[in-house]
């Protein structure tokens, strides 16, 4: 299970704990066999973008721990500015975002030949059946609920790239 804190300079960093062998609800799901090969010689690119800091930093640290090439954006006109410049293999997307919320920033980044090829996860805390119907229609690949743990992430993104 992963916690996440602020520390003194209001950085945020998760702290991962390890518990004995528990079974874990469904909080992932594949809605699509897009599967991402490694496009780039180093690390995979993963592009978080979520509207609520603490929580996008704390994936973030979390994600460029693993080693992932790592971009975090608050909002969906941000996201669409950074792939100018800069494409992800993978995007995590927040659904409840004010402005642009993620169902839209899906459907306007699948409609970019750049982002044919990039899988789009569904990272938000609305459970799965409220999500999927809308999310497969915009282009959405996958489902992550935020509040599992990071290792139910990891997995999901380990699944995706293989």
């Not at 799901?29 to 995979?44: F, G, K």
Request: some cysteine; glycine content about 6%.
């Amino acid at each position: 299970m992963a916690d996440f804190a602020p520390s003194r300079n209001n950085r945020c960093y998760a702290q991962i704990k390890l518990r004995g062998l528990f079974v874990e609800p469904l909080l992932t799901s594949r809605w699509t066999d897009r599967t991402v090969a490694n496009r780039h010689p180093t690390a995979l690119r993963l592009l978080v973008v979520d509207d609520y800091r603490v929580g996008a930093d704390a994936i973030t640290a979390v994600l460029l721990s693993e080693g992932y090439d790592v971009r975090c954006v608050l909002s969906g006109d941000a996201a669409l500015k950074l792939i100018d410049h800069w494409i992800p293999d993978i995007a995590l997307l927040d659904i409840n975002m004010p402005g642009m919320d993620g169902f839209e920033l899906a459907r306007r980044l699948r409609e970019l030949h750049s982002m044919r090829d990039t899988a789009l996860v569904a990272f938000t805390s609305q459970d799965e059946r409220v999500t999927r119907s809308a999310g497969v229609q915009v282009g959405f690949d996958a489902y992550c609920q935020k509040t599992g743990t990071t290792g139910v992430l990891l997995r999901l993104l380990v699944r995706i790239t293989h």
